[in-house]
């Protein structure tokens, strides 16, 4: 049981240059999540998904798309990467059913725009 | 909207010394309230929760209690380590599965020997 697992670990763009930042887990959880974490500004959540096929917009979904086509995969896109965008971004699940559900968190992909 | 507020760190402390790190919350429900860890280089993890009013989490020495009429679930360890040197952040949920968790910003503790 590998959890929830993230991909790449570290990743370097130039402004402008797309990319796709991977999460899977294997845990059979129908909610999945995206944060972003900036110094001083906590988690903010970017897109999330209550099943396959269901994608909602978070506080911060500008400049990313995601979208859910399996119940394990839940990938994030840069459509074209800013500096701004320069944040350490984490994937999230948990079931959907019962008020105390516990998240999920990957371990993280660092995200440098140049 | 809901919201969590937790005290501004950095906070610093000795080894064995006492920790509290306040949060307190706004709810238009009535939510659960979670701890969550994160250890340097790593993910969120969750620490401890509570679902009710008066009910008290607890994990590795921590403890927080639900207090629903001071909207409160200060987070509290007698005799820290430098182990538990993290961030911590408070959290809440509201609803159905269907709703987001909402964070506060996060504590960092940092514990010397």
């Known amino acids: 049981n590998a959890g929830v697992t993230q991909t790449p670990k570290f990743q370097v763009l130039k402004t402008g240059q797309s990319m796709t930042l991977q999460c899977a887990q294997d845990?059979?959880?129908?909610?999945m999540s995206w944060y972003r974490q900036d110094p001083g500004m906590g988690l903010r959540l970017i897109h999330y998904s209550v099943g396959a096929g269901i994608t909602d917009q978070g506080e911060v979904p500008n400049g990313y798309n995601v979208s859910r086509s399996t119940t394990e995969d839940f990938p994030l896109r840069l459509l074209s990467a800013a500096p701004s965008q320069t944040s350490v971004y984490f994937c999230a699940s948990s079931r959907t059913s019962g008020r105390a559900r516990e998240q999920f968190f990957g371990p993280g992909t660092r995200l440098t725009v140049l | 909207g809901d919201s969590v507020t937790q005290m501004e760190g950095p906070v610093t402390l000795s080894e064995e010394a006492f920790l509290t790190i306040n949060c307190t919350y706004t709810?238009?429900?009535?939510?659960?309230l979670f701890w969550y860890v994160q250890y340097p280089g790593e993910g969120l993890q969750l620490l401890l929760k509570?679902?009710?009013?008066?009910d008290k989490g607890s994990n590795k020495g921590f403890e927080a209690t639900y207090r629903k009429e001071t909207t409160s679930f200060h987070l509290e360890k007698g005799s820290v380590q430098v182990s538990d040197s993290a961030v911590y952040f408070c959290?809440?949920?509201?609803?159905?599965?269907?709703?987001?968790?909402?964070f506060g910003k996060g504590t960092r503790l940092s514990v010397i020997a």
């Open positions: 509570a679902t009710k009013a008066d």
């Open positions: 845990m059979n959880h129908e909610y």
């Open positions: 959290a809440l949920s509201e609803g159905s599965g269907n709703t987001p968790l909402v």
């Open positions: 709810a238009t429900g009535y939510p659960s």
